[in-house]
């Protein structure tokens, strides 16, 4: 069985530059969300769904950031005019909903200079 | 603030010795993950408990089936492949959701 896929793996940017980050969960699992995780720091959850339903998204960034699941079941998260502060690695994660273990994918390291 | 709260934050060991990690949390908490992360960054699933403990291997964890303010991370006999940063999260109560709130890592270092 096939574990949460995500890609871009790395991505560099200049300032100002716009990026999207696509991940595909676990099949089966309803619940994917999103984290930031800057160098040295634990995750920090962004965004997560249920379905194609959004949850909580109050500590995404809403004026540069924004995340979909059209489908309810692959998710794109993008960053319009990207900010050095946003350097970071991103990790999609997935779960059944209502249970709280989540699978992790491989993340994207993101590097805005 | 934070709410969950790990230590030590960074830990060198031997091969072959013991060590825990801990985490505590300000408020009760419905469940426990317990992470490694490596050095290309994927954050590999160790452990989920939402009471008592659970073993595989060298490693073992512990969740405080009482007030559920902790919990336990041991490794046993270090080898060099438990080099990592190790995470937990934990689950809050009712109204959260699936939402984990994760501490900020203890850095372990075995060295020969």
């Known amino acids: 069985e096939a574990g949460v896929t995500q890609s871009p793996r790395y991505a560099v940017l200049q300032e100002g530059q716009a990026v999207s980050f696509w991940c595909d969960p676990i099949?089966?699992?309803?619940?994917l969300y999103w984290y930031q995780q800057p160098r040295d720091q634990g995750p920090q959850l962004l965004v997560y769904?249920?379905?194609?339903?959004?949850?909580?998204n109050s500590q995404l960034p809403s004026d540069r950031f924004s995340a979909v699941r059209p489908k309810g079941t692959n998710s794109t998260l993008k960053i319009q005019s990207a900010k050095q502060g946003d350097t970071a690695t991103y990790l999609c994660?997935?779960?059944?909903?209502?249970?709280?273990?989540?699978?992790f994918g491989p993340g994207t390291r993101l590097t805005v200079l | 603030g934070d709410q969950v709260e790990q230590s030590p934050s960074a830990l060198s060991l031997h091969e072959g010795t013991d060590s825990a990690l801990r985490c505590n949390f300000t408020t009760t908490m419905r469940s426990v993950q317990w992470f490694r992360q490596n050095s290309r960054g994927s954050l590999i699933s160790l452990f989920y408990l939402a009471s008592g403990t659970k073993e595989n291997g060298r490693l073992k964890s512990a969740f405080d089936s009482k007030e559920r303010r902790y919990s336990t991370l041991h490794i046993r006999d270090a080898q060099l492949e438990d080099s990592g940063t190790y995470f937990c999260a934990a689950e809050a109560g009712q109204g959260t959701g699936s939402k984990l709130s994760f501490g900020k890592g203890a850095k372990l270092t075995v060295s020969p």
């Open positions: 994660a997935s779960s059944d909903w209502g249970v709280a273990e989540q699978f």
């Open positions: 099949s089966g699992h309803d619940t």
């Open positions: 769904f249920r379905d194609e339903a959004v949850i909580d």
